[in-house]
């Protein structure tokens, strides 16, 4: 009888806990560990967090590296780790990839919170020379740091993460880490999400120059019938990384650990960790 090759999958923390898990993808250029901070604030929740096809421990995985792709990876270590009851958390690439998944309607999916997404249309200012542009903003120590100081983030970041993040996004194979400006970031999937069908909520950096407010919400919003929006103040684009205690706290107000219920709801305005800027 022929032996059936498994498929590799891309490598995952799984810390088992009160749920719904919170499964977690990463940016372009990110990994597993850019959500380490936001964790630390999550104690006792069910947690998963991968390392996307083509980026860190993953950099040695085959290709394709589609958004596809790493979204049936998503479902498979999903299957793989056993989790029941979820809720997808997808940042910048991460958060196209998560509509994808949730498109697809997976029966343990509880919700969806989109942090920074890409969106389902791609704004105006996706050209060829933007992307072409793009592709090469992880090529050298020096454009990686001018990419991370002046264009991802907004907010004062320790040595350490500055750190993490240069060597983050040049831990990756040159096919995945091409895939997202060349292709990946102009592809049009509001087909797709139009199909989701949990409870949303979108947030945005309010600083943030890579997926502004604006594009959030005239290129994503209008997308999901279930969304609820917030804005965290002073943020650029890293938001994981510049605002985890703000993010973490809309992350739990959203999905409290419970399997019963899942609240559409940020905490409120006045309390003044987040906000839209329209109802200012």
């Given at each position: 009888?022929?032996t059936?090759a498994?498929p590799?999958?891309p490598?995952y ?6 749920g719904?898990?919170l499964v977690?993808?990463h940016?372009?250029?990110g990994?597993a ?13 069910g ?7 083509g980026?860190?421990?993953?950099s040695?995985?085959p ?10 990876d998503?479902?498979?270590?999903v299957?793989?780790a ?13 958060g196209?990839?998560a509509?994808?998944?949730a498109?697809?309607?997976?029966a ?6 989109l942090v920074?997404?890409?969106p389902?249309?791609p704004?105006t ?11 090469h ?8 740091a001018?990419a991370?100081d002046?264009?991802?983030t ?10 993490q993040i240069a ?5 990756s194979?040159d096919?995945?880490?091409?895939e997202w400006p ?17 409870p949303t909520?979108?947030?945005?950096g ?8 604006e594009?959030?919400r005239?290129?994503?919003?209008p997308?999901?019938s279930h969304a609820e929006?917030?804005?965290i103040p ?5 938001i994981p ?12 107000h959203?999905?409290?650990?419970t399997l019963t219920?899942?609240r559409r709801?940020?905490?409120p305005?006045e309390?003044?960790?987040a906000h839209?800027?329209a109802?200012?």
């Amino acid at each position: 009888m022929p032996t059936i090759a498994q498929p590799v999958l891309p490598a995952y923390d799984h810390r088992p806990g009160t749920g719904p898990t919170l499964v977690f993808l990463h940016y372009w250029g990110g990994s597993a560990r850019t959500w380490n901070l936001v964790i630390d604030h999550l104690a006792d929740r069910g947690v998963l967090t991968l390392d996307l096809r083509g980026w860190s421990r993953s950099s040695n995985l085959p290709g394709p590296f589609t958004l596809r792709q790493l979204a049936d990876d998503t479902l498979a270590v999903v299957a793989d780790a056993g989790v029941g009851d979820y809720v997808l958390v997808g940042h910048s690439m991460g958060g196209k990839v998560a509509q994808l998944v949730a498109a697809t309607r997976p029966a343990g999916l509880r919700g969806l919170v989109l942090v920074g997404s890409g969106p389902a249309t791609p704004p105006t200012q996706i050209t060829p020379s933007y992307q072409q542009g793009l592709s090469h903003a992880y090529d050298s120590d020096e454009s990686r740091a001018g990419a991370r100081d002046h264009i991802l983030t907004a907010t004062p970041l320790s040595d350490d993460l500055k750190t993490q993040i240069a060597t983050d996004s040049r831990s990756s194979s040159d096919a995945a880490r091409s895939e997202w400006p060349l292709r990946g970031i102009a592809e049009d999937i509001s087909e797709q999400t139009q199909l989701v069908n949990v409870p949303t909520l979108v947030i945005a950096g309010q600083n943030d120059p890579v997926e502004p407010v604006e594009v959030l919400r005239h290129n994503l919003l209008p997308y999901i019938s279930h969304a609820e929006f917030m804005v965290i103040p002073h943020t650029g684009h890293l938001i994981p990384l510049e605002a985890p205690a703000e993010l973490a706290d809309a992350i739990s107000h959203f999905s409290p650990a419970t399997l019963t219920h899942i609240r559409r709801a940020a905490r409120p305005v006045e309390q003044g960790t987040a906000h839209d800027p329209a109802d200012s």
